[in-house]
């Protein structure tokens, strides 16, 4: 089986329709003020709807509370719920219940013990996304940072993960051959600068993804 794309920070609908028709499997839309890529809730569901049945559509958020849950699944129709903060394992699980969505937990890496981490978010998270461990006081994601891919080399989980953290079109191959990532995920690698999508990078990060 290949290996599948997330498209991740798509702000413009000429970028959702490139992301759609490289044919990648998920778009990744960001809900999160201090991100150049975050969306309001009226530009979210005017993206998500004309993504609808098109493509898998996952909403990435930074430790959210209920009453910003409560406003955004009253809006828009998302496939997953992506959380990008120090979500704990019953926080999970409580959205998992309360909004009947799939939820994905991306973890910090920069050590061997960052990776372990996830076996916590086993039986709460239905996807684990090991992302590149950003500095203090940083942006969770998007900003190019990549981790030493031979940490992920054992990685034997009982749910679907994928691999993101500074990747692009030059280096995904690669990634993808050393990690076996059965999923990779792209933000920066795509854009001609923060939140600006650039067509062709996205046409060349699916087809190097798609070449190992």
Known sequence: MS??????????????????????????????PPSP?????EEATALITQAQGRIQRVGLIVNPGDDFL?????????????LQGSESPQRIAEIRERYG????????????EDVRRASDYLGSADFI??????????LPGGLGLRFDWNL???????????????????????AISLTKA???????????????KDVDKIAAFCKAARSV
């Open 152 to 174: 992920l080399a054992d990685v034997n989980l009982s749910v679907p993960w994928g691999l993101a953290g500074g990747l692009h079109a030059q280096n995904v191959a690669e």
């Open 182 to 196: 059965p999923m990779v995920d792209v933000c920066s690698g795509t854009e001609i600068s923060p939140g600006m």
């Open 37 to 41: 890529r975050n969306l309001s809730l």
């Open 3 to 32: 290996v599948q794309i997330k498209i991740c920070g798509i702000r413009e609908a000429h970028a959702l329709e490139a992301v759609i028709a490289e044919k990648a499997d998920f778009g990744g839309f960001i809900f999160h």
């Open 101 to 112: 969505v799939k939820v994905w937990k991306a973890i910090a890496v920069a050590t061997k």
């Open 129 to 138: 996304l090991f992302d590149a461990k950003t500095p203090p006081g940083a």
């Open 70 to 82: 409560d406003k955004l699944f009253a809006t828009a129709k998302l496939d997953a719920l992506q």
